[in-house]
T-cell receptor, first 114, second 114 residues
């Protein structure tokens, strides 16, 4: 089945530790995105990548890092510099950069910092 | 600066009646709008979209209306079903953000009761 997978579904980490969230897609989509969702807030863009080996900061990139070494993979690292890392993290992909290309979302990872 | 606003955090409707979810935007450069539906602990799923050259787009029970002069769009669900109970996000693209990025509203939680 084609789709976007995020693992794990739930993730716990101790304060001060870095953690990497996985995002894989087999849709052959060019663009990939990371969002976070907090209670009562919309989805806020962390990073996005339009092509392999290239990525841009979104609206809330501080404390996060990404890589795009392969078209199908876009892992997100939540570093210890992120002050409020507990959130629901969503990965999305988009076929290309054309107008009307829709973003499709993965199932999400809930990160809790203890 | 919230460019896309959903002022009603929640809406309750009886099964079979119409649900109307509203969304306002401030950036007049936005020219493509989408609605996503999200169940708890899952990723959003694309519902319906509309470009600024249209004022209405229909897909089955779902219709999106766009009023450019008022910078307002709405999603109508007729008839509403209990399975429609979810959080609905509107999103916009275009202008300085281009079509690579979506700007999301904060969401409206719809509850459809039997």
């Amino acid at each position: 089945d084609g789709g976007i997978t995020q693992s794990p579904k739930y993730l716990f980490r101790k304060e001060g530790q870095n953690v990497t969230l996985s995002c894989e897609q087999n849709l052959n989509h060019d663009a990939m995105y990371w969002y976070r969702q907090d209670p009562g807030q919309g989805l806020r863009l962390i990073y996005y990548s339009q092509i392999v080996n290239d990525f841009q900061k979104g609206d809330i990139a501080e404390g996060y890092s990404v890589s795009r070494e392969k078209k199908e993979s876009f892992p997100l690292t939540v570093t210890s510099a992120q002050k409020n890392p507990t959130a629901f993290y969503l990965c999305a992909s988009r076929p290309g950069l054309a107008f009307r290309d829709t973003q499709y979302f993965g199932p999400g990872t809930r990160l809790t910092v203890l | 600066d919230q460019q896309v606003k959903q002022n009603s955090p929640s809406l309750s409707v009886q099964e079979g009646r119409i649900s109307i979810l509203n969304c306002d935007y401030t950036n007049s450069m936005f020219d493509y709008f989408l609605w996503y539906k999200k169940y708890p602990a899952e990723g959003p799923t694309f519902l319906i979209s509309i470009s600024s050259i249209k004022d209405k787009n229909e897909d089955g029970r779902f219709t999106v209306f766009l009023n450019k002069s008022a910078k307002h769009l709405s999603l109508h669900i007729v008839p509403s079903q209990p399975g429609d109970s979810a959080v609905y996000f509107c999103a916009a693209a275009g202008g300085a953000t281009g079509f690579q990025k979506l700007v999301f509203g904060t969401g409206t939680r719809l509850l459809v009761s039997p």
